[in-house]
């Protein structure tokens, strides 16, 4: 079945450092790849997605790139900041599915000031 | 405003009592899901719906059923809850255009 795999499940880093999350899907029918957002206590928030017909996208601190012949995709966030931490989850969704999303595992991003 | 709600937020229940949580999304949203999550935990999908009278069981085996008789309201029921479904439920329903699910605030629940 389908099966999205992330990494690293815990990610310390120092403010102003870059941080990278790697996720693998097993479906190469899969055209849909969100990243979600969720701190302590709070509903998962979308911060960026990319769809298959594109390799990258960027807003402004954070951006999404997409290997599709690898099955990979990556989000980056750069200039990190005392707030950027939370759990952060990767997605993939078939639209012939339902748009139903298959979680990773989580990275817990840790910022420290 | 256009949102997604759940209600009740917390709930404490004993074992074998039936349960049934709130869903509704005023952003006229065809697709709706349930999710099961363990605190800081993957998110599991145990539900979702194409639209009115369509349910389809995820990727979680789970004991709860749901029905959708209207487009804006998607609830889940437990017939005889268990100390095993003690979890948080989190709703989503997708926008059609942008593809993004927004998520509600979700039901943090305790069988006891």
């Known amino acids: 079945g389908e099966n999205v795999e992330q990494h690293p499940s815990t990610l310390s880093v120092q403010e102003g450092d870059s941080a990278v999350i790697k996720c693998t899907y097993s479906?190469?029918?899969?055209?849909?790849f969100p990243w979600y957002k969720q701190e302590l206590g709070k509903r998962p928030q979308l911060i960026i997605d990319?769809?298959?017909?594109?390799g990258e996208k960027k807003d402004q601190r954070i951006a999404v790139t997409l290997n599709k012949t690898a099955k990979h995709f990556s989000l980056h966030i750069t200039e990190t900041q005392p707030e950027d931490s939370a759990v952060y989850f990767c997605?993939?969704?078939?639209?012939?599915?339902?748009?139903?999303?298959?979680f990773g595992q989580g990275t817990e991003l840790s910022v420290k000031p | 405003e256009a949102d997604i709600y759940q209600t009740p937020r917390y709930l404490v229940i004993g074992t074998g009592k039936k349960i049934t949580l709130e869903c509704s999304q005023t952003m006229g949203h065809d697709k709706m899901y349930w999710y099961q999550q363990d605190p800081g935990m993957e998110l599991h999908l145990i539900h979702y719906?194409?639209?009115?009278?369509?349910?389809e069981k995820g990727d979680l085996s789970s004991e709860s059923t749901v029905s959708r008789i209207r487009t804006e309201h998607f609830p889940l029921t437990l017939e005889s809850a268990r100390p095993s479904h003690t979890s948080q439920y989190l709703c989503a329903s997708r926008d059609w255009q942008t593809y993004e699910q927004y998520f509600g605030p979700g039901t943090r629940l305790t069988v006891t």
């Open positions: 997605a993939a969704s078939w639209n012939n599915q339902g748009g139903k999303l298959i």
């Open positions: 990319i769809r298959s017909n594109v």
């Open positions: 479906d190469s029918a899969s055209n849909y």
């Open positions: 719906s194409y639209g009115v009278n369509s349910t």
